[in-house]
């Protein structure tokens, strides 16, 4: 097996470039300097292989490739090694779970992360373990939180670097949400940061009594890493219970905002939030990117932020300062301007009740999980959106350990059909510049490439190719599934651009003869 692994390093070595990051980058762009795949040749665009699980649980992931290998994380929680140019099996690892994990929103997965000649993986049972990338055996496995609690982990890590940033999932049951760091050599930990103060810290007075206790605020989707400054930049979700916002009065930090934090110690350094004391469970745990543009004639570094609140924002991510806020997807819980510092104002009556309240977006945001994407040539923001009205009502729950806090529910508004679209966001403005409308919204991902495309995929299981500055469509094809996941771009160990994706229950690969 090792033989087949180095040959198949060495090609990939001799043939370039590697998708490292969740992102692609750090900088969380999503973008792919590769143009061996361009407007001219993507019409010819062809499957090359296709990698079938065996199992039926949704698949979330974005593979790492590097070397001419794909790791990619299956659900719930494994890792399998791919031959890049084929789809051919290296090496798996499976984990055994014990029987009563509890998690929210699907037994999954969103990716692994690669450091060296280490591979890492966080599992629904909170744990973070670190592969052999040769071979797939376990060097270290760590309990990062416990899973009896309601923790689990489905995001993919983020290389920090000699360290691996990991974070929580779990809000649904009223844990306490944190960022660990961990060294990615021995799997001793380094520093965690708690999204939500504790007895006698600054912010507990942002909360109802002693509701921060059950504060959720968890961070499960992969945040953002600026070297130059040694920041991380991570979201995070919803206070807790979800729908009863009585039951906890005030702002509630640290939920619903970006964080920035420094990459040695875990201190934070400033937060933003953008939904004080959120009843409609719009998590802000969308991915940051990290941009360095002119803005009111000086250069500045920003970070970018599509929120599942509806609102567009740009930030100062030196400093946190707020520079610019747009409503981007209909919305009815606040008023359609920000204030000066970026803060809304909730309109009267969209709170939920036990009756139910009609208001957009629904609790699956104006985005989601989707990845967004940023192309440094066209310099926009490419966002997978969603259109979609909800009915909140709200109930009463008491938090008990492991088990559901959410004191209500939502449904979609009867009678009307969810849809959604691509839209290419200018960040100095806040508005689309195109957008690609589709009739039912998607869970697709988004990726740009230096060839002038933008690819994703459908919600009935198509995957496109778009024009970067047009938003026309160039090429698309019938995957036959649902998409979860998001698009990522590699030069396979056969010297070509590979565009990837999961759908379905299948991985795909793409080429151009």
Request: with cysteine; aromatic share 12%.
């Amino acid at each position: 097996m090792k033989s087949v692994l180095l040959l198949t390093a060495a090609a990939g070595l001799m043939f370039g470039q590697d998708w490292m990051h969740f992102q692609g980058n750090p900088q969380g762009h999503r973008y792919s300097a590769l143009k061996q795949i361009n407007k001219t040749n993507v019409a010819r665009m062809r499957p090359a292989w296709t990698f079938q699980l065996d199992k039926t649980d949704k698949f979330e992931a974005s593979p790492i490739a590097h070397n001419g290998i794909l790791y990619v994380s299956e659900p719930p929680s494994d890792v399998t090694a791919l031959e890049s140019r084929s789809g051919k099996v290296l090496w798996r690892y499976k984990r055994v779970l014990p029987d009563n994990v509890p998690y929210c929103c699907g037994r999954v997965n969103r990716g692994a992360a690669i450091l060296g000649d280490l591979v890492f993986i966080g599992t629904l049972d909170a744990h973070l373990v670190a592969l052999d990338a040769s071979t797939g055996h376990v060097v270290w496995d760590v309990a990062v939180a416990d899973y009896k609690k309601g923790y689990s982990s489905t995001v993919a890590p983020l290389i920090v670097k000699d360290k691996v940033v990991i974070g929580s999932a779990g809000g649904e049951f009223g844990v306490r949400g944190y960022l660990a760091a961990y060294e990615a050599k021995t799997g001793k930990e380094a520093w965690r940061l708690w999204t939500v103060p504790s007895t006698g810290e600054k912010g507990t007075e942002t909360w109802l009594g002693d509701s921060y206790k059950y504060g959720s605020a968890t961070t499960w989707v992969t945040g953002s890493y600026d070297p130059e400054i040694n920041t991380i930049y991570w979201g995070t979700g919803n206070p807790g219970p979800d729908w009863k916002g009585d039951k906890r009065a005030g702002d509630n930090l640290y939920s619903n905002c970006l964080l920035a934090i420094d990459g040695d110690t875990g201190k934070m350094k400033w937060h933003f939030q953008f939904t004080p004391h959120d009843v409609h469970d719009l998590d802000s745990t969308q991915v940051p990117i990290l941009v360095d543009e002119m803005w009111n004639g000086k250069m500045r570094k920003l970070v970018l932020f599509a929120n599942r609140n509806a609102f567009y924002y740009v930030l100062d991510r030196t400093t946190g300062e707020y520079l610019l806020g747009k409503q981007y997807v209909r919305q009815t819980w606040a008023q359609p301007e920000l204030s000066d510092k970026g803060r809304p104002t909730r309109m009267p009556n969209t709170a939920p009740t036990p009756g139910g309240t009609v208001v957009y977006p629904n609790s699956p945001g104006a985005t989601n999980f989707q990845a967004p994407s940023y192309s440094p040539l066209t310099k926009l923001h490419y966002v997978m959106t969603r259109d979609e009205g909800g009915v909140f009502y709200s109930g009463d729950d008491t938090y008990k350990e492991g088990s559901w806090y959410l004191a209500g529910r939502f449904v979609s508004k009867p009678g009307e059909e969810a849809s959604g679209a691509i839209k290419a966001m200018d960040p100095k403005t806040g508005k689309a510049k195109w957008e690609y409308p589709m009739s039912s919204p998607s869970w697709s991902g988004v990726l740009s490439t230096a060839g002038g495309l933008v690819f994703a995929a459908t919600a009935d299981g198509d995957m496109i190719a778009l024009d970067d500055t047009t938003g026309k469509l160039l090429w698309k094809y019938p995957m036959g599934g649902k998409a979860f996941a998001n698009p990522v771009s590699y030069i396979g160990a056969d010297g070509k651009q590979h565009i990837t994706i999961a759908c379905g229950h299948a991985l795909f690969a793409f080429v151009v003869d």
